[in-house]
């Protein structure tokens, strides 16, 4: 009973979603609002409009989500292209259905960055293989993908910027 007692807690906490935004998948990570340590979640194939957003608002529900943060994939040097319209049409989107506060967060370089988190989290994987003999249970490439992980960035970064603000404060 304590058990269940735990996992209904930990699924009551609120929590803050951050959706890595993409045509074919979205990466999706979560933070418990309490803690605010941002961990990959999944990544969620895309269908259609109207299934992509039954499946995130049951995300939502099911991760007691208060807030949504939505990566803005700027250009490079900082202007909006047609990728950004997109995903500011998407968040629209996400507000008026699911009815969650939705904030768009800078995103530029955060793939680059999951993929050199990947790398180095690949080989140490594979350096462990080869001390262990080849026993190794899953691949870390079903465990974790570049979009999950670039969402967690984004999320790292929105929630170190609020303490930094909060520490102004």
């Not at 996400?94 to 370089?109: A, F, S, T, W």
């Not at 955060?110 to 262990?132: C, D, N, P, Y």
């Not at 974790?144 to 170190?160: G, W």
């Amino acid at each position: 009973m304590q058990i269940a007692k735990n996992e209904l807690n930990r699924v009551e906490r609120p929590s803050i979603l951050a959706v890595d935004y993409g045509r074919a998948r979205m990466g999706l990570a979560l933070a418990d609002a309490e803690t605010r340590i941002a961990q990959p979640l999944s990544t969620m194939e895309r269908v259609n409009r109207n299934e992509d957003m039954r499946r995130l608002r049951e995300l939502v529900r099911q991760h007691s989500v208060m807030q949504i943060v939505l990566g803005l994939p700027l250009r490079l040097d900082g202007t909006r292209g047609e990728m950004a319209e997109e995903v500011e049409r998407f968040a629209q989107r996400v507000r008026k259905q699911i009815g969650v506060p939705v904030e768009m967060v800078d995103e530029r370089l955060t793939s680059w960055e999951a993929e050199r988190l990947l790398e180095e989290v690949q080989g140490r994987f594979i350096h462990e293989e080869k001390l262990t003999g080849g026993r190794k249970s899953k691949n870390v490439q079903t465990k974790m993908s570049v979009d999950a992980v670039a969402a967690a960035v984004i999320l790292k970064e929105y929630l170190e910027r609020q303490r930094q603000t909060a520490e102004k404060a």
